[in-house]
């Protein structure tokens, strides 16, 4: 049965690929959803897939892109009742300078 994550990462994430780098490592372990920019500068994740894709996604997102420098990941999970996502995409969000 398939979970849902959200996960909101701080540090220094926004203009460093962060959103390209969190796509490519959804879409290697089979996780949908979307990763979007904040105006507080942090990224926003929401994943869906299995408990053990989104664990691994989540350790993907404390460690980053070489280019970032994470400091936190906050996490909560929930069931994917209701979400329904066709790939893992990238949403525009605050920041456009990715």
């Given at each position: 049965?398939?979970?849902?994550l959200?996960?909101?990462?701080?540090?220094?994430?926004?203009?460093?690929?962060?959103?390209?780098?969190?796509?490519?490592?959804?879409?290697?372990?089979?996780?949908?959803?979307?990763?979007?920019n904040?105006p507080?500068?942090?990224?926003?994740?929401?994943?869906?897939?299995?408990?053990?894709?989104?664990?691994?996604?989540?350790?993907?997102?404390?460690?980053?892109?070489?280019?970032?420098i994470?400091?936190?990941?906050?996490?909560?999970?929930?069931p994917a009742?209701g979400e329904?996502?066709?790939?893992?995409?990238?949403?525009?969000?605050?920041?456009?300078?990715?």
């Amino acid at each position: 049965m398939d979970e849902a994550l959200e996960a909101v990462v701080r540090g220094r994430v926004q203009g460093v690929g962060f959103r390209y780098f969190a796509q490519h490592e959804a879409a290697a372990l089979g996780l949908t959803g979307w990763v979007a920019n904040e105006p507080d500068g942090s990224v926003r994740c929401l994943a869906v897939g299995s408990r053990a894709a989104l664990e691994a996604f989540a350790g993907r997102l404390r460690a980053g892109p070489a280019s970032a420098i994470v400091e936190r990941v906050d996490l909560a999970w929930r069931p994917a009742a209701g979400e329904s996502h066709a790939s893992f995409g990238i949403r525009s969000g605050a920041h456009r300078g990715d």
